[in-house]
């Protein structure tokens, strides 16, 4: 589990809309949707995520403020 601060930017609007998006060779995820598989979890109050990142892989969160 990883914790992502995101305190230098923008104040966290409530939802905070977030999408993750994974490459990963192992599984032929190319660009893959993984937004509902890796339990994303916001604190507003904190201005920060965390989420469950797979190993041997690349993951780019999008989000919206």
Do not use: C, Q
């Given at each position: 589990?990883?914790?992502?601060?995101?305190?230098?930017?923008?104040?966290?609007?409530?939802?905070?809309?977030?999408?993750?998006?994974?490459?990963?060779?192992?599984?032929?995820?190319?660009?893959?949707?993984?937004?509902d598989?890796?339990?994303?979890?916001?604190?507003t109050?904190?201005?920060?995520?965390?989420?469950?990142?797979?190993?041997?892989?690349?993951?780019?969160f999008i989000i919206?403020f």
């Amino acid at each position: 589990r990883y914790m992502f601060d995101l305190s230098d930017f923008a104040p966290l609007s409530d939802p905070v809309h977030i999408l993750a998006i994974r490459t990963s060779g192992d599984e032929n995820e190319n660009w893959a949707d993984v937004t509902d598989k890796i339990d994303i979890v916001t604190d507003t109050d904190e201005a920060s995520f965390t989420a469950d990142l797979k190993g041997s892989s690349v993951t780019t969160f999008i989000i919206k403020f």
